[in-house]
């Protein structure tokens, strides 16, 4: 059950940012409600055949380890240390000058130290100089060095969990020390323990078994596309048809299943099926879905490299069995960090796939020719650009936007401009976020990488602070209505935020807005939205609004 949220004003009365008087490594983890995930459920754990499937919890002493978990963590440290040779520099070159501690939303939002990215990398670093530096051996405690114990555990557990690896520090850093890839290893040793998160290990293992994080059965995928066919017709008078797992289409559609499920991402949905009917009438494009590879997000990447690559392997499964031409992928956060930091020497070079050519435009994606994945927002971006598309920004008029780059795409693949460009050309009043909050230095929604539960109801909303903080800003100066996102995670956590931090703004995807605006062949007037309001109402009380 979600935890009672504290009023935003006790959140900022509580950050006085003083440490504790004690020195970091005497000061006990206090595992507390609101800032924490439930456990991992064993039978996800024992579905992905990941070791010491059982009951626990994280407020009980005992969280059954294995006997020898210590020797357990430690050989698996050496063993990341000699296979990642990035883990191991950044276990050496830190030099805490601390230029990376302000720039974690968890600290700026809780004030908690162990927030801060230097001290979060420390809880590792310190046992690494214990095991395996002669300094850390011979001076102990003098050279940071701390041995491995169930305190220490327990630390890293709760702070590990706590860092939503938005690699917003590693902007800052000097020696451009990842922190999140300090997070990931961490995560991997203690899922050698069975010391997942449930909201973690649950979704991969639907991912495993049914092809989705929600684990929702293929018939079923299919009926809620079908029931978004039915109510794109009741709103525009056009019935689209969507294909599904069609040998020889020339593209396949892979979108998180959080559009296809839940609001209001399920908007976002429906502006794909509408981009793809406009597409195939005038132009004769075939993309098909998959109900298969149903899922585009990969919550295997929160665990271990292994599981990352397991639920990866089932897109290009896909698209070799359905003889594509190459994928298009939806408005999705973390896929596009999996498949461009990762993908090409996990399961690739994608070779079996065309480098993609957007049939309509020939535009060549060249920043695509390994992995063979565009993004909509790209492809989207070139069909505008070569006026391929037919737009009425008016039915818009209603919103004031603003962008939020989410953290994945923005900072793991460098897409800025293209989602800009499309909102841009399908809405008439657009504002940005003040600089430092946005592009490279985006700050995280509070809630990625698996933290997007509901029992750490705290937690998310402080570390969604800084976030919070600028859409408010946009609110106040300009009347900003509308927050786009292109991440399923964030369209599904940010209505949350920002009715804590900026009530009165809503959140929408991308495709949302261009179906909104999009004219399909034969529609009716549109006289209202895709989630059924009336435009002309909706554009009267934004004037309202306005002169206010
Ligand atoms: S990766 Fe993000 S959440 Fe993790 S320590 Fe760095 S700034 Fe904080
Ligand atoms: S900025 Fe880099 S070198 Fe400086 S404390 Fe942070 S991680 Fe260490």
């Known amino acids: 059950m979600a935890e009672a949220k504290p009023k935003p004003q006790d959140v900022l009365d509580q950050l006085t940012y003083q440490p504790p008087r004690t020195d970091w490594m005497d000061t006990p983890v206090e595992i507390r409600k609101g800032m924490y ?15 010491n499937a059982r ?8 969280w059954k380890l294995p006997e020898n978990w210590q020797q357990i963590v430690h050989e698996g440290f050496k063993e990341r240390l000699e296979r990642f040779r990035s883990f191991k520099v950044f276990m050496d070159i830190c030099v805490r000058c601390g230029a990376c501690a302000d720039k974690c939303h968890y600290f700026i939002g809780t004030g908690d130290p162990k927030n801060m990215p230097v001290l979060r990398a420390e809880l590792l670093r310190s046992v690494y100089r214990n095991d395996f530096s002669r300094m850390g051996k011979i001076l ?25 690896e938005c690699r917003r520090c590693s902007l800052f850093c000097p020696y451009g020390i990842d922190t999140a890839e300090i997070t990931i290893m961490g995560r991997e040793l203690l899922n050698l323990l069975g010391l997942n998160i449930d909201w973690i290990a649950t979704p991969v293992s639907n991912c495993y078994m049914n092809g989705n994080h929600l684990g929702i059965q293929p018939h079923a995928f299919k009926d809620m596309l079908d029931f ?13 048809k969507p294909k599904f797992m069609k040998k020889g289409a020339d593209i396949l559609f892979i979108t998180p299943s959080g559009d296809v499920f839940a609001d209001p991402g399920t908007y976002t949905a429906m502006g794909y099926l509408m981009l793809f ?35 990866n392997s089932k897109m290009y499964a896909e698209a070799k069995r359905l003889k594509v031409k190459w994928i298009l992928g939806g408005e999705c956060g973390h896929m596009w ?6 993908m090409d020497t996990m399961n690739g070079p994608a070779d079996f796939l065309d480098v993609p050519v957007n049939p309509i435009t020939g535009t060549r994606f060249e920043q695509a020719k390994s992995n063979k994945m565009v993004h909509i927002t790209e492809f989207t971006a070139d069909l505008i650009r070569n006026g391929k598309l037919d737009l009425d920004q008016s039915r818009n008029d209603y919103l004031k936007v603003t962008y939020h780059d989410s953290c994945n795409p923005s900072r793991g ?38 933290l997007n539960a509901g029992e750490n109801m705290e937690l ?13 800003h946009v609110q106040d100066s300009y009347g900003v209505n509308m927050l786009a996102t292109i991440c399923a995670i964030d369209r599904a956590v940010l209505p949350t935020l920002v009715d804590y931090w900026a009530p009165g703004v809503q959140v929408t995807g991308v495709h949302e807005m261009v179906a909104n605006a999009l004219n399909l062949p034969g529609q009716n007037e549109r006289s209202t939205n895709l989630r059924g309001e009336e435009i002309e109402e909706l554009k009267a009380q934004a004037e309202g609004d306005a002169d206010e």
């Open 413 to 450: 693949m460098g897409l800025f401009d293209e989602p800009r460009y499309v909102i841009q050309n399908v809405c008439n009043h657009f504002y940005e976020m003040p600089p430092n909050t946005i592009r490279e230095q985006t700050f995280c929604c509070g809630s990625g990488s698996g």
């Open 140 to 164: 102990g405690k003098l050279n940071g060095a701390r041995p491995m114990t169930i305190n220490v555990l327990k630390e890293w557990w709760y702070y590990l969990f706590q860092c939503s």
């Open 277 to 311: 009917h406009y597409l195939e009438e005038k132009y004769g494009l075939d993309v098909t879905w998959s109900t298969y590879a149903s899922e585009g997000g990969n919550f295997g990447f929160f665990t271990s490299h292994e599981t990352m690559k397991r639920l």
């Open 55 to 62: 009951p626990w919890n994280p407020l009980e002493d005992d």
């Open 37 to 51: 995930c439930y456990a991992s459920n064993p039978k996800s754990v024992a579905t992905l055949g990941l070791p």
């Open 337 to 342: 960090r999996v498949i461009n930091q990762y």
């Open 460 to 472: 998310r909303l402080a570390g969604g602070l800084p976030r919070g903080n600028a859409v408010k």
């Open 228 to 240: 978004f066919v039915d109510d794109i017709e009741e709103k525009t008078g056009v019935r689209v």
